[in-house]
């Protein structure tokens, strides 16, 4: 068998999961939790107030679910390799948070774009009234989830490196 011993890449500065301090850590279920219900909450109140069904409807599925989902994918690549990129930790935190925010706001355009494209090529779904709502919901859904997960991931670190630096 090869004895080869790899270097570890959680050593010294990078070393999240063993804090010891009392700071809460970046926990993705509820970080995904909060995408999904904070814009769900602000919307269903919008569509009480104007009495917009659509809205309403629209905040249960497509605005809460695609804050969920970018939040999801996005907390995961922060989570696994986020922390290896030098340029997240050592750039301004409103630097890497409006990075990622237009990188959100991409993703959440092609989205509506490929939406809109797949249910045209698979059939006349014109009369769906939430199929003209995915241009303002998707994008805008992934701009807010993007930035809370990047801010709060970021903020969490900030923490976590501060207490490690207290310590030594």
Not at 83 to 91: E, Y
Not at 134 to 141: A, K, N
Request: charged share 15%; glycine share 8%.
């Amino acid at each position: 068998m090869r004895n080869i011993k790899y270097p570890d890449k959680m050593e010294g500065v990078y070393a999240i999961t063993d804090t010891g301090t009392k700071a809460k850590t970046f926990v993705l279920w509820r970080e995904v939790l909060m995408a999904y219900v904070a814009p769900v909450i602000m919307a269903g109140i919008g569509g009480l107030i104007t009495g917009s069904k659509d809205l309403q409807i629209a905040a249960l599925t497509t605005i809460g679910g695609t804050s969920a989902i970018v939040a999801l994918i996005l907390g995961l690549w922060l989570e696994r390799r986020g922390i290896h990129n030098q340029w997240l930790i050592g750039v301004n935190h409103l630097v890497v948070m409006v990075v990622f925010t237009l990188i959100g706001a991409a993703i959440g355009i092609f989205a509506a774009w490929m939406t809109t494209f797949l249910m045209g090529v698979f059939g006349p779904f014109n009369h769906f009234v939430w199929l003209n709502r995915v241009w303002i919901d998707f994008p805008l859904s992934a701009v807010i989830a993007s930035a809370m997960i990047t801010w709060r991931w970021r903020m969490n670190l900030k923490k976590i490196f501060h207490s490690k630096e207290n310590r030594r």
